[in-house]
């Protein structure tokens, strides 16, 4: 079977680009509306990572958790996360989907029937935010053997030693964290110097595929271009809840943010 | 099965990965916060075993917190009640006027010798708060607290006193405004500035190594408990029933630890969580109300929480105890079958505090309001050779505004 994960890379990679991944919220403002607006937007976008939004956020700044907490207030239940992905997937089924969040609603949800869930919803892969190596070892085993990449995330805090070994466990994609921050805060190290610690990271094992994320906007992401993939996420997030109090369009609004960030690498 | 092992401090009786009973605790934590967490727990580890930190530890103890505390006999309430003896541990006649002084005096020195020069920490009813603006002022660190909205308006006395040791308070505005969301606020914070920023969770709640060092640091309590027992009883008695509030638990675990060792038929444990308004639906009694196990704030512990894994709002008149979570080291003594629990609602505290007010001299906040409702209870159906203990671990002053406004009274 096709690794679309790998595959969206490789694209990206032929057109000397960056691959580009965007971050929403399921149910941001509405299960109809999330579902419209990644309609739209993956026409720009390679890789969609959806988030499952939960109430008790330890590592989301305030514009996702403005957004999650909107979805939960509109009734936002996991089965619903997990249908979006399913009738997402029924009209663009080669575009790879992430889903990211808090341990406690897989926990909850029994990991097993989580991931078999992911499998037949059509998710290609898993990010979960609170459940750092090595304790993540077996569920990203479980993960592995349904065909699901169990994506590793690395922060400018991870030593040398952990690198390598986490590297050394990670499948398709490794998720670089810009800076010490919660998602959505301002850059506040220098591009050149989140490209320096990516190289470290790809000097390891230059054929994993690394994205970096947090704090990348429409202002930053030409600067870091040479990254294999760059994620954007509280941007959008921002744009949907600015498009809300303007009463206006979130689905094109959005879309053309996303349009203007994948200009932007291309 | 689950056991606890005898002659070893039960904050250490947790795996390699931080689990107590296999299954309480752990560290579910961003990947940006596993090395100063790891950092920390080397720092403790080591500073634990160093004589010269006890040494320091002790002496800030003793003439900077006030050790120890009292113990003393309730003789009209005991008169009243007419059954059991009921004494008090008066740990509000710490410092400050709680129990929190000792986990925020031991986070500051841990701050101070890790090279770091501000220190934050989460608060509900403003006492962990308020301590720690005192311990970092003691010790010359910039503080922050991280404090609910709604608590900054029900504690405003403790506010103010944060506000003159020189703390900024931040208010959290999110989700039910309440201690939850502090903490959640105050660990965000954190992941943006571990480098330069030492975190204090003020109770033995959060990742494992929190949960250790705030065990570790209100362990105090029954180590003075302990000795002033046998003084005054010459032995330990036959009977003794520990009443403790739990929210955290922290204050619990500190009042009991001395004493887990101790047969159940000798020493009994009793906590007792916050059951919210008699007519409320919500309540913050994760153990005694058969909460699920869940993730909350790092750790896995009971947790108010709906079939989906989404934190439950809380309800409570104490803020201290207003929290879905508790700390995995009472869920172990619960599985375990070692310590009882169960709640006392807002208009049982209550009325708590107006009995113990009116037969002695002393003052319970809110939250050792709880204790004694249970104690109320069952002291009269209990005999004159039972001794119950009660922790009273915070004074009232901080609810005053509460206080007048449910029972009309001034204090």
């Not at chain 2, 080591?46 to 006999?73: A, H």
């Not at chain 2, 007792?272 to 699920?292: D, F, I, M, Q, T």
Request: with cysteine; aromatic share 8%; net charge positive.
């Amino acid at each position: 079977m096709i690794n679309l994960i790998n595959l969206a890379f490789k694209n990206a990679k032929e057109k000397k680009r960056p691959a580009l991944l965007t971050y929403t919220v399921a149910g941001d403002n509405t299960k109809k509306k999330s579902l419209e607006i990644l309609k739209s937007i993956s026409k720009d976008v390679d890789i969609c990572e959806i988030g499952f939004p939960h109430n008790t956020p330890i590592a989301d700044g305030g514009q996702i958790q403005t957004s999650a907490y909107r979805a939960l207030k509109n009734g936002l239940k996991i089965s619903d996360v997990f249908q979006i992905v399913k009738d997402f997937k029924k009209t663009k089924n080669s575009k790879p989907v992430i889903l990211m969040g808090y341990y406690n609603m897989i926990y909850q949800y029994g990991e097993n029937n989580f991931i078999k869930k992911c499998k037949s919803s059509g998710v290609n892969g898993l990010i979960v935010v609170d459940l750092p190596w090595p304790e993540n070892k077996g569920f990203a085993k479980k993960c592995k053997s349904k065909a699901i990449s169990f994506v590793q995330l690395l922060s400018p805090t991870t030593s040398k030693e952990r690198l390598k070994n986490i590297i050394k466990d990670s499948h398709d994609m490794i998720y670089y964290i810009s800076m010490l921050s919660t998602t959505g805060g301002k850059l506040k190290v220098s591009p050149k110097q989140i490209l320096n610690n990516y190289n470290k990271i790809k000097k390891i094992d230059p054929k994993k595929n690394c994205v970096i994320g947090f704090g990348i906007t429409e202002k930053t992401i030409a600067k870091l271009r040479s990254a294999d993939g760059l994620v954007v996420g509280s941007a959008i997030c921002k744009e949907i809840t600015r498009s809300l109090n303007n009463r206006q369009n979130p689905v094109t609004n959005v879309s053309k943010v996303v349009a203007k960030l994948r200009n932007k690498i291309s | 099965m689950m056991k606890i092992k005898k002659n070893i401090p039960l904050i250490d009786q947790h795996d390699k990965f931080g689990f107590w009973g296999g299954k309480f605790g752990g560290s579910y934590i961003p990947e940006t916060l596993k090395k100063p967490v790891d950092d920390l727990t080397k720092e403790f580890s080591e500073l634990r075993k160093n004589r010269s930190f006890i040494k320091k530890r002790d002496f800030y103890f003793n003439n900077y917190i006030g050790s120890p505390t009292r113990f003393i006999k309730l003789e009209n309430l005991s008169k009243h009640l007419g059954g059991a003896q009921i004494w008090a541990k008066v740990v509000s006649d710490a410092n400050g006027g709680a129990h929190k002084i000792y986990n925020a005096t031991v986070h500051a020195l841990l701050c101070k010798s890790m090279g770091k020069k501000y220190i934050v920490g989460d608060t509900g009813a403003g006492y962990a708060g308020k301590m720690l603006s005192m311990a970092a002022k003691k010790f010359g660190l910039k503080c922050k607290i991280f404090m609910g909205a709604k608590d900054i308006k029900r504690q405003k006395p403790n506010c103010d006193a944060m506000k003159k040791n020189g703390a900024e308070i931040i208010p959290v505005t999110t989700g039910s405004q309440t201690l939850v969301d502090a903490v959640s606020e105050c660990m965000r914070y954190w992941v943006s500035n571990c480098d330069t920023t030492h975190m204090c969770v003020g109770s033995t709640v959060g990742p494992n190594i929190f949960v250790k060092i705030c065990g570790w640091s209100t362990a105090q309590i029954s180590r003075e408990l302990k000795k002033q027992i046998k003084i005054q009883f010459k032995k330990i008695p036959k009977k003794i029933k520990l009443i403790n509030c739990v929210g955290g638990g922290s204050s619990a675990y500190g009042f009991w630890s001395e004493f887990i060792d101790f047969p159940k038929s000798q020493i009994e444990l009793i906590g007792v969580e916050a059951g919210g308004p008699k007519n409320s639906k919500l309540h913050a009694a994760p153990l005694s109300r058969g909460a699920k196990l869940g993730v909350l704030h790092g750790a896995a512990s009971y947790v108010c929480q709906n079939n989906e894994g989404q934190i439950n709002e809380t309800e409570s008149i104490s803020a201290g105890l207003d929290y879905p979570g508790v700390s995995p080291i009472h869920c172990f003594l619960k599985d375990t079958k070692r310590a009882r629990y169960t709640y006392a609602t807002d208009e049982d505290a209550l009325n708590a505090y107006k009995i113990v007010t009116k037969y002695e001299k002393l003052n319970p906040s809110l939250e050792p309001s709880h204790a004694f409702a249970e104690a109320i209870r069952i002291a009269p159906r209990l005999n004159n050779d039972t001794v119950i203990i009660v922790n009273s671990c915070g004074d009232a002053k901080k609810d005053r505004d509460i206080l007048k406004k449910r029972l009309g009274k001034r204090i």
